[in-house]
């Protein structure tokens, strides 16, 4: 399995950026997708995880700033970021994690990471 994003980059403070990330080698889709930050120098941290039915949770320094979305088709997701600020700087990774249905042994997968940086 593999987990590909893209849409990273440089954006200003108060700008927007959507990133993708969009999986293959998969015959099902995943449990759960997110998005997880890591800052310069910090730990990684999740800040956006959406189920497969859609149900939402975000991190209190995100939630009404950041959307998460996922097509379960195209075993994609996505991360629309608005009103971006200074410490949303990092590399930004999607995650996917469950069950396998034909085992029920658990998977946790990870891409590569995307960087974004919000400087002016």
């Known amino acids: 399995v593999q987990l590909v994003e893209s849409g990273g980059g440089l954006v200003q403070p108060g700008g927007s950026l959507r990133l993708s990330c969009t999986a293959s080698?998969?015959?099902?889709?995943?449990?759960?997708m997110s998005w997880y930050h890591q800052p310069p120098g910090k730990l990684r941290r999740m800040v956006a995880r959406?189920?497969?039915?859609?149900?939402?949770n975000y991190a209190d320094v995100v939630k009404g700033r950041f959307t998460i979305s996922r097509d379960n088709a195209e075993n994609t997701v996505w991360l629309q970021m608005n009103r971006l600020k200074p410490e949303d700087t990092g590399v930004y990774y999607c995650?996917?994690?469950?069950?396998?249905?034909?085992?029920?042994?658990?998977?946790?997968?990870w891409g590569q990471g995307t960087q974004v940086t919000v400087s002016s």
């Open positions: 995650n996917a994690d469950g069950d396998n249905p034909s085992d029920a042994r658990p998977y946790d997968y």
């Open positions: 080698g998969t015959g099902f889709s995943f449990d759960y």
């Open positions: 959406i189920t497969s039915n859609g149900k939402t």
